[in-house]
T-cell receptor, first 110, second 114 residues
Framework: GQQVEQSPASLVLQEGENAELQCTYS?????MQWFYQRPGGRLVSLLY????AEQRGGRLTSSAASNESRSSLHISSSQITDSGTYLC???????????FGLGTRVSVFP | NTKITQSPRYLILGRANKSLECEQH?????MYWYKQSAEKPPELMFL???????RNETVPSRFIPECPDSSKLLLHISAVDPEDSAVYFC??????????????FGEGSKLTVL
């Protein structure tokens, strides 16, 4: 089954609202990475967590609760240009390479 | 971002043979091929670390990877099937002995099978 679960599947925001995207996983990890993708576009790395420390990048913050097998991506003061799909990906301890979740599709309206 | 380049960007095939190319200018030791079908997340196909094939996912034998040096990756495709229509992404990372490292992706090669 799917080892990486993301919620919600989709999210509609009004410009300026904050959002929290969740990612849960079912195996032991050594890294977690968040990506952004527009339809038909490339995968843009947002945040990378080799440990469980909080990561920050502009209006984005990722946090992790390893005891709950969960990671969150916080988007503050959303903008219309934030619209797209946000994918979390896990790096398991037993293998190299990342396994992706199904993503959260975010739509920001004025 | 031109640090990982892929070619061709678009590819339309019948049952012909073709190769996808990728080159990274990041000095990374690991390179990957991912397949992303419509409305799905990327799925790992192949992984090379220091030119050695480390992880070979269960993909049809008509896909053959090649890593001529640590900065270049090829994907040879023969007798494609309609289910192969997808975007093929190349990625690279500086992998450690026990971790993948941060992945960086190229712009992808979109394959359309007629």
């Amino acid at each position: 089954g799917q080892q990486v679960e993301q919620s919600p599947a989709s999210l509609v925001l009004q410009e300026g609202e904050n959002a929290e995207l969740q990612c849960t996983y079912s195996t032991t990890l050594n890294s977690m990475q968040w990506f952004y993708q527009r339809p038909g576009g490339r995968l843009v790395s947002l945040l990378y967590s080799p440990s469980w420390a909080e990561q920050r990048g502009g209006r984005l913050t990722s946090s992790a609760a390893s005891n709950e097998s969960r990671s969150s991506l916080h988007i503050s003061s959303s903008q219309i240009t934030d619209s797209g799909t946000y994918l979390c990906a896990m790096g398991p301890v037993y293998a190299q390479g990342l396994t992706f979740g199904l993503g959260t599709r975010v739509s920001v309206f004025p | 971002n031109t640090k990982i380049t892929q070619s061709p960007r678009y590819l339309i095939l019948g049952r012909a043979n073709k190769s996808l190319e990728c080159e990274q200018h990041l000095g990374h030791n690991a390179m990957y091929w991912y397949k992303q079908s419509a409305e799905k997340p990327p799925e790992l196909m192949f992984l090379y670390n220091l030119k050695q094939l480390i992880r070979n996912e269960t993909v049809p034998s008509r896909f053959i990877p090649e890593c001529p040096d640590s900065s270049k990756l090829l994907l040879h495709i023969s007798a494609v099937d309609p289910e192969d229509s997808a975007v093929y992404f190349c990625a690279s990372s500086q992998a450690g002995t026990a971790n993948t490292g941060q992945l960086y992706f190229g712009e992808g090669s979109k394959l359309t099978v007629l």
